[in-house]
């Protein structure tokens, strides 16, 4: 179900985009988009005249391991009571529809995406925005190991760290360092640039299994 709510901190300049955006944050078990599964999503979605929605879950993975459990935080028994990635379809579609994907290291939220879609029997195809690799443009005087990771790109513009590693607490950490850095750069001769290099296209469309529903039951962390 998705939840209508207001966002504090810097506003992102939505006019800088043709189509809303899909802010998004994964946490899973590890790297291996054959080993390993989704365990916790959270997405907002932001549309130009629209209050931002939404959506944050666990998600049940059908295995006995939750993988790096000291990093992420989430433990097998968290799991127990939560969708899975083919309850929470429905819920993803009406976030996407029309919409381009933000994520820090898009790249890595776009292969596990792709990979839970395939298994449920759709196709996962939208666009996508990598933060990360516009950060590698605009901050490239930042050096060192970390320099362009959420934290970092954070710790540059004093945008709160708050439960680092907890998808909804990531995705608003990304809202924030989007905003700011949309504000910082986007009169920079270079900006149109940067931000055409850090998108990727799909010509393909997203194909999504019908059968889940809307008012599936969520579970949070807490």
Known sequence: MLKKMDIDGNPIDLMCFE???????LET?????ERDRIIEIAA???????????F????????LSTGSSYIHGIYRNMLKGAPLFSDTISILQDLC??????????????RFLKAEMARAGGRWAQPRLCTMMFARRALSHRKGRGAHSLNGIAEEFDVPVKGHHEAFSDVLMLHGILGRMIDAFKKHSEFTKWLKASTKSSEEQSIW???S?????????Y
């Open 213 to 221: 529903s809307r008012n599936v039951r969520l579970k949070s962390r």
């Open 56 to 63: 944050s879950t666990l998600i049940e993975h059908g295995k």
């Open 19 to 25: 189509q809303p955006l899909v802010l998004v944050d």
């Open 29 to 33: 078990t590890g790297f291996s988009t």
């Open 97 to 110: 529809q029309d919409a381009l994907l933000v994520a820090h290291n898009a790249s890595f939220e776009d």
């Open 44 to 54: 907002l979605r932001l549309e130009e005249g629209c209050q931002p929605v939404a």
């Open 209 to 211: 299994p019908k059968g």
